[in-house]
């Protein structure tokens, strides 16, 4: 039996373990599965324009469990996410004055599928940005676009544990997929007036899985994004039909590493700069395999999509141990990829630089000209060449363009050479190569 001065902190703390249980069972019973659902469903569907539907949902002691999860907008091919189990915790202190708060959202092996439809358009590309200002009238946002009824979302942190991502590009005749699985990713500190961290890592699919980490802010206010990008030993085959729609197995084989740090503005404008590696590199050629190649470039490249204009203020290529510095603008990548570009290099091969362009001959499988082409070509490169020191003659023979497949005007280049004495001048060079070039396997 108890002391006398123990019966009263005894009683006290008995009936609030009491007033617990009661309320914990109030809670559940109260909020059943139909309640929870109309009280979630509304301010998702709200603010992500699309079709929400849970299998279960019930409630814990930190807040609503959900299992079951889909969101698909109607006549989707397929749905934008589908969740294994989302937690929506809310504020304890807004419990406490009766009204239910959801601060914290936590995705556990969720599947997101985006898509790239056959004109080119995003899946989601009403939840970007500029696309939202500009579909306010789209039916799929007027439909959701009326105040939010349910429970207040004041989101300080957007998790998600061991997501898949699906990438699917229906443009892309077999069309193509890319996988990215054990994602991680924290989204914190929502806020209109200050910048978004957010952390992502996760392993893209290919003959082996390799890392992809990257990691930045996001200001709303302005809608720019500034971040870190790290790969490493992406499978190249995998990325191929996503930068080589012509032939899509254009690269065969090859590994990925880069570090890049990239600012973006209203996802249109983009700056990146950094360095990158591509390893064991082999591209399919006239039905044939090139010899193995291996790249390291530092690069500083500024974008704009809605101008379709890539500018390469500087690249630094070494290719197979041999350097070059290039400096160009490439335009029109969406329909017929063209590419100005100033190329200096003080020793490199040509056949193997332009093996990277499918469809182009090295200058060792150049068609034999007659004894008159023959003549005026010399003619031409003797023009452009400058003497190396103690030289009295001029270099060989150095091809003005790449043969091109497409139609259209014809390509201006002009090339000036220097030998080095005592080369093997069929092989090494030491050239400026000013000229135009329209790409055919983009």
Excluded at 149 to 176: E, K, Y
């Amino acid at each position: 039996m108890l002391p006398k001065k123990y019966k009263k902190p005894a009683l006290i703390l008995g009936g609030l373990v009491l007033i617990f249980f009661i309320l914990v069972l109030f809670v559940r019973l109260y909020f059943t599965g139909e309640l929870i659902a109309a009280m979630i469903t509304p301010p998702l569907e709200h603010y992500l324009h699309r079709n929400v539907t849970l299998a279960e949902a019930k409630v814990g002691f930190r807040g609503f469990r959900v299992k079951g999860l889909e969101i698909r907008k109607e006549g989707a091919h397929a749905p934008l996410l589908k969740g294994e189990k989302l937690e929506l915790r809310w504020k304890f202190k807004e419990l406490l004055k009766g009204r239910v708060v959801i601060h914290t959202l936590v995705f556990t092996r969720p599947e997101i599928t985006l898509v790239r439809q056959k004109d080119g358009s995003l899946n989601i590309a009403d939840l970007l940005p500029e696309m939202a200002k500009a579909e306010k009238t789209a039916p799929a946002r007027k439909k959701h676009n009326r105040k939010p009824a349910g429970v207040p979302l004041f989101i300080t942190l957007l998790a998600m544990q061991d997501a898949r991502l699906n990438f699917v590009d229906l443009s892309q005749q077999p069309q193509a997929t890319l996988k990215v699985s054990r994602i991680r990713s924290r989204l914190t500190d929502f806020s209109t007036a200050a910048p978004i961290p957010f952390e992502i890592e996760g392993q893209v699919q290919g003959a082996e899985e390799r890392s992809l980490i990257i990691n930045g802010t996001y200001d709303l206010a302005k809608d720019t994004l500034k971040g870190k990008v790290d790969l490493q030993g992406i499978d190249l085959a995998i990325l191929s039909p996503f930068v080589a729609s012509n032939p899509p197995d254009l690269i065969q084989q090859g590994k990925l590493t880069m570090e890049a740090s990239m600012a973006a503005e209203a996802f249109d404008h983009f700056l990146t700069q950094g360095s990158l590696a591509l390893s064991g590199l082999k591209i399919k050629k006239d039905k044939r395999l090139t010899e193995t190649l291996e790249i390291e470039a530092g690069f500083q490249l500024d974008a704009v999509r809605s101008q379709q204009t890539l500018e390469i203020g500087n690249l630094d290529l070494v290719l197979n141990g041999q350097k070059a510095k290039i400096q160009g603008i490439l335009t029109q990548w969406q329909q017929r990829p063209h590419l100005d570009f100033t190329l200096n290099s003080p020793q490199i091969k040509l056949d193997e630089l332009l093996a990277l362009f499918s469809g182009t001959p090295s200058p060792t499988e150049e068609p034999k000209a007659d004894a008159g082409q023959q003549a005026a070509q010399d003619k031409h490169l003797a023009e452009n060449v400058v003497p190396g020191p103690g030289s009295e003659s001029a270099s060989p023979p150095v091809p003005t363009e790449p043969t091109k497949k497409s139609e259209g005007p014809p390509e201006k280049s002009e090339v000036k050479t220097e030998s080095t004495p005592g080369t093997d001048q069929s092989k090494e060079v030491r050239f400026i190569w000013i000229g135009s070039y329209t790409i055919n396997w983009l």
